[in-house]
């Protein structure tokens, strides 16, 4: 069976077929979510909450990226395998290239993904032209809990708004080959989806991106506390975990999933 690779996801995209990601943190898991038939699987750096226990992913380091992802990378057949870029591994271009480099060479990563709007627009270029495919994650960006004071929905006045078109329309335009928007209404996700050139996942971004994401965890309800209300637990009627992975993603196919109660 081949492997997805980007220009796949260039084509769903123009087909009009979502896109469905999940992300997977070791080998077990990363099998069953790729037998689930997801496109992506992201080692995100949510380890950090629902592996490692933490308050927010911002104690997550490179090596904890890195351990996670060769895990995952045992376990993926089909998917591709997307890694997060933590927080304070690409806080300029070189250090950008030499820690998405290890998320390649020793993960076994084909993508890396960071959070960061028009001010990361070196290090997405520097990426970019050493051959390091790039997903822009916008929106609600978890790295920025403690300068946010919490997790909230992002761009809901014009100004922020405006903000995120202009990160959307540069990031793609230094190279990002895909973006990621978390918790932004539904519809300034659509507007941004129209505007770009290239494949927009959503998380909490309503059922007009080109596919959806949710982290493991709450998919299965065996997230700690409250789970996000954009999330949905796909085990009830479902028997195991493999059939709720298949559920999910045939939810996301068939644009059940998200539903307007997901959205902001
Ligand atoms: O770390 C993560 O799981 C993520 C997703 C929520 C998109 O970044
Ligand atoms: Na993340």
New binding site residues.
């Given amino acids: 069976q081949k492997r997805v690779t980007v220009t796949d996801l260039r084509r769903a995209r123009r087909e009009g077929r979502k896109i469905a ?1 999940l ?1 997977a943190y070791d080998a077990g898991f990363a099998r069953l979510v790729d037998d689930a038939g997801v496109d992506v699987i ?1 080692v ?4 950090g909450m629902v592996v490692q226990g933490r308050e927010s ?1 911002v104690s997550v380091t490179m090596d904890d990226m890195v351990y996670h992802t060769r895990m995952a990378a045992v376990g993926r057949r089909h998917a591709l395998l997307m890694a ?1 870029m933590p927080f304070m591994s690409f806080t300029d271009p070189a250090s950008a290239l030499r820690n998405a480099a290890r998320l390649m060479q020793e993960g076994g990563a084909e993508m890396v ?1 960071l ?1 960061g709007g028009a001010d990361q627009v070196a290090v997405v270029e520097q990426l970019s032209g050493h051959g390091v495919p790039v997903c822009a ?1 916008l929106g609600l960006r ?1 790295q920025f809990v403690h300068k946010l004071g919490g997790y909230r929905v992002q761009g809901r006045d014009a100004a922020t708004a405006e903000a995120l078109r202009r990160d959307a329309r540069t990031l793609a335009a230094a190279g990002a080959e895909l973006l ?1 928007l ?1 918790c932004v209404p539904a519809s300034l996700a659509a507007e941004i989806t129209e505007m770009v050139d290239i494949p927009v ?1 959503g ?1 909490g971004a309503g059922s007009a991106c080109d596919g959806q ?3 493991l965890h709450d998919v299965l309800g065996i997230t700690p506390g409250t789970p996000p209300r954009f999330s949905r637990n796909f085990m009830p009627g479902h028997e195991g975990v493999g059939d709720a992975l298949r559920a999910y993603v045939e939810a996301v196919r068939e644009g059940r999933f998200p539903a307007p109660e997901h959205g902001f």
């Fill in positions: 990601c992300t992201l995100g750096d949510s380890l992913t997060d993904k959070e994650h978890p990621l978390e996942i998380i994401i949710l982290v």
